[in-house]
């Protein structure tokens, strides 16, 4: 049953939001000790629940009526521990909920519980979590991508109906890749940042996971739009989107530069969709971002000073544990890249610079999508490795190769199931101009339906 | 594996190690031209956002309790404890 008829079924009653947490709570019980997707479950949902069921008997169940929410353990929800999966934040209750959490309530969903992830997002694997790495449904034995892997694993193993990631270079749509499930980032400045804790704030967004892209579109109907407190929000009161319209006529752009470092499988698995989407009538024409190589190095800079800044506000505590002490290899390592950068950018070499190629990044993409409506192409460059087999850390960043530009541009992309490599799926991402998400959901739709 | 775990030796590899990325990533940039930096993605940032609205006395009164309960120390009424740092003595 896909996310519509699903709340079709809550709506008309044949099934209620207590019987769907139910269903969720029971496959949870069976599955999550091998996957790891869940870090805590939330000891009030069955409450939480019967209450929805009370509106929806009265008739105001919301937009999301009972539909069973996952939520990455780096946004506050009342009550429930935001840990980033550090051990530095273990003890760490949330005091109140993020906005995101405020509007999903409000629509009638229910918080099922905290996702595992990468260590303070910091990762593409899924493995670096304190509390274990997080598998993957779909292809097992393989790392189901992060940084939002558990949110990403959960969708993909039935475990509930929607969940919320981030997205900092690439942590929904790389999970959503290697887990066979639809993901999207939106535009910066769409969706609230508010309780959501920093990774890079000039680059985090929170969005969607969802089994189809209407459950996207669903909750991003249900997040999106300004939030009076905060000062870094586009002027967009709320959203709504059209998916089901034609894609014929549609230009579609795709890029060399998108295929030249990408594995030859995925760029035939991809291929096919494109062909595809020639077959409805778009209009296929090939783009260039020239400088499309030098994102990734920009987007550790600025990722690793933002980093390091926002990891200060730990500094000095008397209580816990201190993050440089507890913390794995990779937060570390990020950590002492921003301190060196902030200590030795008197010459603007590193994090001046590296934001000079963002605005680089900016123009190339902007000046591609004066020529076409979206760009269709891969969303990982590599197939997952194994749980456990050992990379470099260039190795690791490379993962991110195709999806931190979006981020740099602040731009919207999403990914869609396009295939499988081996049984294990390959994404492909659509990306838009900023506020372009209902053409890339269309897009993904049409592609989605012709599956 | 944590860093409390693995010692100092182990800590001082991990940290010379990303001074040797860092440069690498450096490298790559730069031959590339000079632009204006980016730093902000929205191009008019609300500085001056509308207050929101006040919270009610029992929803303060809730959050102060849960805040507490996180809070390393507390006096005998119940107000948090807290440490002047060592310079602004």
Known sequence: MGTLGKLQALRSGELSAVENLERFLERIEKMNRELNAFLQLNPRAREEAEEVDRRIGRGEGGRLSGLVVAVKSNINVLGLRATCASRTLEDYVSTYDAEVITRIRREGGVVVGMTNMDEFACGSSGESSAFGPTGNPSAPGYIPGGSSSGSAAAVAAGLCDLALGTDTGGSIRNPASHCGVAGLKPTYGLVPRHGLIDLGMSLDQIGPLAPDVHGLSLLMECIAGKNPGEGMMLEVERVSYELEGDVGGMRIGVCPQFSFLTDPRINEVVERKVERLRELGAEVEEVSIPHLEHALSAYYLIVSVEFFSATRRYDGRKYGKRIEEVCGEEVLRRIAMGSYISRKEYRGKYYQRALQLRTLIRKEFSSAFRRVEVLVGPTVPKLPHRLGQKLSPLEMYAYDYLTVPANLAGICAGVVKAGEVGGIPVGIQVQGPPLGEEKILRVMRALEAGA | ?89
């Open chain 2, 1 to 89: 594996m944590r860093v409390r775990a693995r010692g100092e030796d182990w800590r001082r590899e991990v940290e010379r190690g990303a001074e040797e990325i860092l440069q690498a990533l450096s490298r790559s940039l730069e031959a590339l031209p000079a632009e204006e930096e980016t730093y902000y993605l929205p191009e008019f940032p609300r500085a001056l956002r509308e207050d929101g609205k006040p919270s009610s006395e029992g929803e303060r009164a809730a959050f102060r309790k849960r805040l507490l309960s996180l809070a390393p120390s507390r006096d005998e009424e119940g107000n948090l404890r807290s440490e002047a740092a060592g310079w602004a003595r």
